[in-house]
């Protein structure tokens, strides 16, 4: 049942195939006997899980199911969950148990969705390999001496091992993409403004959005379709109708100009990811689509300018963690000043430390000038190259990681390293443009993804233009051998 799609899943529980409370044991037994090698789960609640399965049985039986009711998905640690600990992967919010539902959570679970728990991640979503969460790391399913990928790794890996049918994640610089690469599963980050920041604990607020890990772009079409929406709660969030995603799914895509950027195929990238990925283009050329060569020249600047602006945003947003209202609280304060330092110096990690001293500095009189506004200045024509390219072409795509998963241990003594892993899916944040990515041929046995990147509000065309890819090929359905 866990590598079914979720439409079939659906058919199943309307057709009384088997129950969602059947389903969801399902999963949370896989979570049980599988996921200890992996650490892809925080938190579990089999209890509260099997509860709402029962309530959306009532709804199956009652005749008044939509697409998703009784279906088990797992949830980013970062997404608010009213009554169950958010941790976003810190110490600091080890204890953090919020009082009200993210407003992606709240409409999930509205759409008859059944929580079975909630995914470990680099701590506050720092990281490209989800070696920074306090919780430890995630490995990868297909490999388990080799990271899946971060921020939302442990979403990814929970898809890719089929312990839930799909799971949400966030993406600030890659943290969907990349582990989706990684692990073999379609990800999908919306368009800044698409799904509510609602609830979602904020790292850099002008980059962050909510999004989707699952098995098929089909079955993330699905996900999405109930995510997304306005939400007069989220000042940023956009007034923008949204589509029948799943209505256009199948659209013929011929006469489709794909744009190969010539800065994500230099040098860097290794050569299996490019051939796979050259092989994926092939296959839509197959189907009518047409390459076109193109240039982003201000992308390879987007590393640079996102370790600015990401740090600097997140300097503000995580002064709120002082141990006073919520949070780890130090032990025994002598006064208010030793309270602060002490509660923030134990509970935040080495990453998160290094980001908010890096945003202090370049926000701070003298040099906000030399960093900050440079990198915003930088930052709209990293946007304006996107504005040039899709008045040529209808999609960009390129390679969504210039290599397959690492090892363990193998970047995170050099922050620049890791920090270069996003080095393709960081200028679609700068941007706020939506981007995809979809497994291609695996690489000595070890996933790869193409990313795809559209225009403002067209997570439709990608789905569409990845389900096209997904109907005639099977990468996306091939399962890691240990949790198939
Ligand atoms: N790897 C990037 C970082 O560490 C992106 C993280 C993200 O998208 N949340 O900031």
Known sequence: MHDLPIADLAAGLRE??????????????????????????????????????????????????????????????????????????????????????????????????????????????????????????????????????????????????????????????????????FCGTTGIKPTYGRCSRYGMIAFASSLDQAGVLARSAADAALVLQAMAGFDARDSTSAEEAVPDYAATLGDDIRGLRIGLPREYFGEGLEAGVDASVRGALAELEQQGATLVDISLPNAPLSVPVYYVVAPAECSSNLARFDGVRYGHRCEAPRDLEDLYKRSRAEGFGAEVKRRIMIGTYALSAGYYDAYYLKAQQLRQLIADDFRRAFEQVDVIMGPTTPTTAFRLGAKTDDPV??????????????AGLPGLSVPVAPVDGLPAGLQMIGNYFAEGRLLNVAHRLQQATDWHRAAPAEFG
């Open 417 to 430: 390293a890791m920090y270069l892993n996003d080095i393709y899916t960081i200028a679609t944040n700068l």
């Open 16 to 181: 009384k195939r088997f129950s969602s409370r059947e389903l969801t044991a399902h999963f949370l037994d896989r979570i049980e006997r599988l996921d200890p090698a992996l650490n892809s789960c925080i938190t579990v609640d089999h209890d509260m899980a099997l509860t709402v399965a029962d309530a959306a049985d009532r709804r199956l039986a009652a005749g008044d199911a939509g697409p998703l009711t009784g279906i088990p998905i797992i949830h980013k640690d970062i997404f608010l969950t009213k009554g169950v600990r958010t941790s976003c992967g810190s110490r600091m919010l080890d204890n953090f148990v919020p009082p009200f539902d993210a407003t992606i959570v709240e409409r999930l679970a509205g759409a008859g969705t059944i929580m079975l728990g909630k995914a470990n991640m680099d701590e506050f979503a720092m990281g490209s390999s989800n070696e920074t969460s306090w919780y430890g790391p995630v490995r990868n399913p297909w490999d388990t001496t080799r990271v899946p990928g971060g921020s939302s790794g442990g979403s990814a890996a929970a898809v890719a091992a089929g312990l839930c049918a799909a799971a949400t994640g966030t993406d600030t610089g890659g943290s969907i993409r990349q582990p989706a690469a």
